[in-house]
């Protein structure tokens, strides 16, 4: 009985020892578990000219991003291959497009961003991540600016899925985030998010629809949907440490939506010129974190969360 006693003890400690967060590194992706469960990959995107995050899935297991291009599922759109999951640039930078660059849809001046290595990955009963390193290239092959990525995932709680984007932009030349609409994270939504399927989109000052939301500021916006019967939400969340807080969101009807510092006269001509130039050395960070949710949930209460934990 006593040795029976002392195995039964190591295997329970043994057993909440293992990680709720577990981080897998492979040549072309660093996958991404939570509780047992595969919640979204980072794809290295070497074949997108980007790395990005697809897919993105509920707890219990639906997608929240759209298939395409990286998979053909049948009803879905095929517009803007671009827009992949979750994913990072800027359309106007410096004269370039780093934003609309899938090899797909080749557009005049088109820079791509190009993942280098993994830093660092770590495992945890609470949380758990990654953090890279990339370079953006510009049009002529040469590197214009350092970027290192670092996104932390959470185990908790256990009906949702959250994660925290960390970006800094390290400028190697001269680097002009000029004021314009794209830029500089956005996801594209599954086809029940389209408001003309259902889905409905409002932000923090409750606004409601993506022909409001376009151009607002806000410090948070979440889109909801049903998904085969169950009703969930995407919040993203600016925080409040980023250059311009609140920031400017763009949403399009079909299911777009993203989060850009820099567009400011592009919406209202009253408004200052949102350019900002990075000299060799200078660095710029911003931070967002990711909410994926069943419906009902208290986003502002969850944003507030979020501004006090610091992260």
Known sequence: ??????????????????????????????????????????????????????????????????????????????????????????EHLSGMNIWENDPADPHPHMGTIEFRNVLETHDGPKSGGFTIAAQWINQDGQPIIDETLAVTFYAEPAESRTFDVDMRLKAIKLSTFEDGRDGVIGIRFAPAFAEDQGGRVVNAEGLQGSSKIEGAHSTWVDWQATLDGEKVGVAIMDNPGNRRAPTTWRAREFGLLFANPFAQRFYDKSRADGSLGLQPGDELRLRYRFLIHPAGTDIAAAFKDYCESGK
């Open 1 to 90: 009985m006593y040795v029976y006693g002392i195995f039964l003890f190591f295997f329970l400690v043994a057993a909440n020892a293992v990680a709720q967060v577990q981080i897998e590194a492979s040549e072309s992706q660093i996958a991404v578990h939570i509780n047992g469960k595969l919640f979204t990959t980072l794809q290295k995107g070497k074949d997108a000219n980007k790395p990005y995050l697809a897919p993105l899935l509920t707890a219990s297991g639906k997608h929240v991003t759209r298939g395409f291009p990286m998979e053909k599922i049948a009803g879905e759109p095929t517009d803007h291959p671009h827009q992949r999951g979750v994913w990072m640039g800027a």
